[in-house]
């Protein structure tokens, strides 16, 4: 893998038309989130992703990190799939918490990446496909608002 500006900008453009997928699976994981803690959370709009995968992108450093993990999962696959499966996991899970930025919506990215990938599948995908998805899945969703406590100010805060 060469990773270059070019290939950062492919793997943005990649990232930003795979939407079609990811938003709806974005949803129903804060559906079903939303549920298991009683939570009303708003839904993503695709202009949301979107502009969240554009504001990933935006940043250099982070977006060259992102685009390697993204084009090994896209290229990642295993006979038999069983003994990659930790691999996957670890690419997918340190991509969720790279897209949602610092702590702590990175740990959360990391457990909620293990959520949306129990309901992502991509048959036509290597054993990288739907950890992928999975992992923009969660790190996106992290990275947007539409979460109550987000919304607020911590009661932890000191001046």
């Not at 685009?67 to 499966?85: K, N, Q, T």
Request: a negative charge; zero cysteines.
């Amino acid at each position: 893998m060469h990773v270059t500006p070019a290939a950062v900008e492919r793997e943005r453009d990649w990232v930003r038309a795979r939407g079609d997928v990811v938003v709806p699976l974005i949803n129903e994981v804060r559906d079903s989130l939303g549920a298991a803690f009683d939570a009303d959370v708003d839904a993503v709009s695709r202009e949301q992703y979107d502009a969240a995968v554009d504001e990933v992108f935006a940043d250099g450093d982070r977006a060259v990190n992102v685009a390697a993990l993204v084009g090994l999962l896209r290229d990642l696959d295993v006979s038999g799939d069983y003994p990659g499966f930790v691999v996957d996991e670890l690419l997918g899970r340190e991509l969720a918490a790279m897209l949602a930025g610092e702590q702590p919506l990175r740990l959360l990215a990391e457990a909620t990446f293990h959520y949306a990938d129990v309901t992502a599948t991509d048959a036509d995908g290597g054993a990288g496909a739907d950890d992928l998805d999975a992992a923009l899945a969660a790190g996106v969703q992290t990275r947007l608002p539409g979460w109550t406590w987000t919304e607020t100010e911590s009661p932890f805060s000191v001046e």
